[in-house]
């Protein structure tokens, strides 16, 4: 089974409006990963977050963690058409440092 | 740098036949992996090389799939004899090492067996 998992599945919102995504996961993590893929390509990967980190920012992009709920989020600022695309969450296993994807979010960005 | 590069980009065969995937990982990166992209299964990892060398296929879903990694620069996925529930999108990602923080993904190849 997924050891991450996204949610929403889908979102959709406007431009210009923030969009938030989070990931849910069952054991014990080194890191968690985001990753970006548009449609018809590879995933491209955003930021990462050690199991010993809260917080971290990238441009508009802002990955939290919280390792007592086993959780994270992605938050988007500012939205733009551009940013439409499925986001994955990566995880791994405490003892393993390859990455679990989860199903994705599929964020539809508005004009 | 050109990235990971993924050949064919597109493949469409029938059942029975054999299917050849290829890819050409980034150079100086020491990890590749295969990865299959499903709407129902999501995107599960097949196979991961470490130094040309299969660490894990235990996600290679039966014995009609093969991997192999005769060079640092060259790998390749094979199906034989393909099925239509092969039909998926196959990714080759390469990393500076297992643990790598990053992993560069392909474009991929849209596999279709009819």
């Not at chain 1, 997924?2 to 959709?12: M, T």
Request: hydrophobic residues 30%; contains cysteine; proline residues 5%.
């Amino acid at each position: 089974s997924q050891q991450g998992e996204e949610d929403p599945q889908a979102l959709s919102i406007q431009e210009g409006e923030n969009a938030t995504m989070n990931c849910s996961y069952k054991t014990s993590i080194n890191n968690l990963q985001w990753y970006r893929q548009n449609s018809g390509r590879g995933l491209v990967h955003l930021i990462l977050i050690r199991s010993n980190e809260r917080e971290k920012h990238s441009g508009r992009l802002r990955v939290t963690l919280d390792t007592s709920k086993k959780s994270s989020s992605l938050l988007i600022t500012a939205s733009r058409a551009a940013d439409t695309a499925s986001y994955f969450c990566a995880t791994d296993a405490g003892g393993s440092y390859i990455p679990t994807f989860g199903r994705g979010t599929s964020l539809i960005v508005h004009p | 740098d050109a990235g990971v590069i993924q050949s064919p980009r597109h493949e469409v065969t029938e059942m029975g036949q054999e299917v050849t995937l290829r890819c050409k990982p980034i150079s100086g990166h020491n990890s590749l992996f295969w990865y299959r992209q499903t709407m129902m299964r999501g995107l599960e990892l097949l196979i991961y090389f470490n130094n040309n060398v299969p660490i894990d296929d235990s996600g290679m879903p039966e014995d009609r799939f093969s991997a192999k990694m005769p060079n640092a620069s060259f790998s390749t996925l094979k199906i034989q004899p393909s099925e239509p529930r092969d039909s998926a999108v196959y990714f080759c990602a390469s990393s500076l090492k297992v643990e790598a923080d990053t992993q560069y993904f392909g474009p991929g190849t849209r596999l279709t067996v009819l």
